[in-house]
C-alpha cells in the first residue's frame, strides 16, 4: 500500500505534467495565451503546496493519511497529459484535440477526487488539502469554458 508521502510525489508529478502542457498549449497560443499561462502558474502553486505538505509530513509521519486504497490513478493521469503533451509536440494531435484531451482527463480527476483522498486532523494541512481540491475545480472550470468555445 501506499505511503501518504508517496501518493503526494504521484500528485505532484501530475500537476507538473499538466502545468508543462500548459505551458506548451501557451507556446502555440496566441489569443489565448494568457489563459493557459494562468492554469500552468496555478498549477506550479499547487506543487509548492503539495511540496509543503510533503515536507510537513516528513518530521510527522502521521500527519497525513490516505482516506481509503490509493491505486495508481495519479500516475495514470500524468501519463495521459504526458501522452497529450507529446502528441502536441510532435504535431500529431491539434490544439483544439489537446484542450479537449486535457479538459476530459482534468474531469476526472475532479470526478475521482484525486486530492479527496488525502486527510489530516492537523488544521494546517486539512486546509492546504481543501485548497488543492479547490484549484482543481476551479481549473476544471476554466477548461471546460474553453472547451465549449472549441467544440
Not at 492554469?39 to 503546496?49: F, M
Given at each position: 500500500m501506499l505511503s501518504a508521502k508517496e501518493y503526494l510525489e504521484m500528485l505532484k508529478d501530475y500537476e507538473q505534467a499538466a502545468?508543462?502542457?500548459?505551458?506548451?498549449?501557451?507556446?502555440?497560443?496566441?489569443?489565448?495565451?494568457?489563459v493557459w499561462k494562468n492554469l500552468s502558474a496555478e498549477g506550479d502553486s499547487r506543487i509548492?503546496?503539495?511540496?509543503?505538505?510533503?515536507?510537513?509530513?516528513?518530521?510527522?509521519?502521521?500527519?497525513?493519511?490516505?482516506?481509503?486504497?490509493?491505486?495508481?490513478e495519479a500516475v495514470e493521469t500524468k501519463n495521459f497529459v504526458l501522452n497529450i503533451l507529446n502528441l502536441l509536440d510532435a504535431g500529431k494531435i491539434s490544439k483544439r484535440e489537446a484542450v479537449r484531451r486535457i479538459a476530459d482527463i482534468e474531469n476526472n480527476v475532479?470526478?475521482?477526487?484525486?486530492?479527496?483522498?488525502?486527510h489530516s486532523d492537523n488544521l494546517d494541512a486539512c486546509e492546504i488539502i481543501e485548497a488543492?481540491?479547490?484549484?482543481?475545480?476551479?481549473?476544471?472550470?476554466i477548461l471546460n469554458i474553453e472547451k465549449k468555445k472549441w467544440f
Amino acid at each position: 500500500m501506499l505511503s501518504a508521502k508517496e501518493y503526494l510525489e504521484m500528485l505532484k508529478d501530475y500537476e507538473q505534467a499538466a502545468a508543462d502542457l500548459y505551458d506548451a498549449l501557451a507556446d502555440v497560443s496566441w489569443f489565448k495565451k494568457a489563459v493557459w499561462k494562468n492554469l500552468s502558474a496555478e498549477g506550479d502553486s499547487r506543487i509548492e503546496k503539495i511540496n509543503k505538505l510533503i515536507a510537513s509530513s516528513e518530521n510527522d509521519k502521521n500527519l497525513i493519511t490516505l482516506k481509503s486504497f490509493v491505486g495508481t490513478e495519479a500516475v495514470e493521469t500524468k501519463n495521459f497529459v504526458l501522452n497529450i503533451l507529446n502528441l502536441l509536440d510532435a504535431g500529431k494531435i491539434s490544439k483544439r484535440e489537446a484542450v479537449r484531451r486535457i479538459a476530459d482527463i482534468e474531469n476526472n480527476v475532479v470526478e475521482s477526487d484525486l486530492y479527496g483522498k488525502l486527510h489530516s486532523d492537523n488544521l494546517d494541512a486539512c486546509e492546504i488539502i481543501e485548497a488543492l481540491r479547490k484549484g482543481i475545480r476551479g481549473k476544471i472550470s476554466i477548461l471546460n469554458i474553453e472547451k465549449k468555445k472549441w467544440f
